[in-house]
């Protein structure tokens, strides 16, 4: 079965960078691309970018453009997303979803931003 | 950007009723439309794509439809299962975009 399966909760001070791991099994993951989205506490979901498992390509959301970093590691299967120069405003849980239509969802990952 | 409404904001209805929420995009995205669901404390579900099309394991009493920029999500007869948030997604242009959410309450 198709399974997204992430790394642990973070936390970090204002001004430092998180990279946050997305191990999937269960499917070819070259054959999908993989995106982000983030929520806040008690808000929506907000799309961050996606990366195409195969080349590597990505997109990011203007919002995020110059501060995520999204890659992956094809031997592990498993894709990741830094977010750098962290400010109180990014604590939020981190989930990565499987191709554009967000089959399958990772089980999020709670970054929290505090001095 | 995509700009995606939801409403209403909340739903408020009883076990075995109709819920109908709407998702209205502010520029055509086609077929492209998903429905999530959300409970407390967990990830999103895939509910529908394409519209109209049932996710993997979703049950029946889900329907979606629509094109263009209007959509709607049905839940014929409320299971106390279906009380969470439900949102949309566009996925026909970047960056993909999500609605605000509509919450269904007993």
């Known amino acids: 079965q198709v399974q997204l399966v992430q790394s642990g909760a973070e936390v970090k001070k204002p001004g430092a960078s998180v990279k946050v791991s997305c191990k999937a099994s269960?499917?070819?993951?070259?054959?999908?691309?993989v995106n982000w989205v983030r929520q806040a506490t008690g808000r929506g979901l907000e799309w961050m970018g996606w990366?195409?498992?195969?080349?590597?390509?990505?997109g990011y959301a203007p919002k995020f453009q110059g501060r995520v970093t999204m890659t992956r590691n094809t031997s592990t299967t498993t894709a990741y997303m830094e977010l750098s120069s962290l400010r109180s405003e990014d604590t939020a849980v981190y989930y990565c979803?499987?191709?554009?239509?967000?089959?399958?969802w990772g089980q999020g990952t709670l970054v929290t931003v505090s001095s | 950007e995509i700009v995606m409404t939801q409403s209403p904001a909340t739903l408020s209805v009883s076990p075995g009723e109709r819920a109908t929420l709407s998702c209205r995009a502010s520029?055509?995205?086609?077929?492209?439309l998903a429905w999530h669901q959300q409970k407390p404390g967990q990830a999103p579900r895939l509910l529908i794509y394409?519209?109209?099309t049932r996710a993997t394991g979703i049950p029946a009493r889900f329907s979606g439809s629509g094109s263009g920029t209007e959509f709607t999500l049905t839940i014929a007869g409320l299971q106390s299962e279906d009380f969470a948030v439900y949102y949309c997604?566009?996925?026909?242009?970047?960056?993909?975009?999500f609605g605000g959410g509509t919450k269904v309450e007993i």
């Open positions: 979803a499987r191709g554009r239509i967000h089959d399958y």
């Open positions: 269960g499917y070819t993951f070259t054959n999908y691309d």
């Open positions: 990366m195409n498992g195969n080349s590597g390509d990505t």
């Open positions: 520029q055509s995205v086609s077929s492209k």
């Open positions: 394409g519209a109209s």
């Open positions: 997604q566009q996925y026909n242009n970047w960056p993909l975009t």
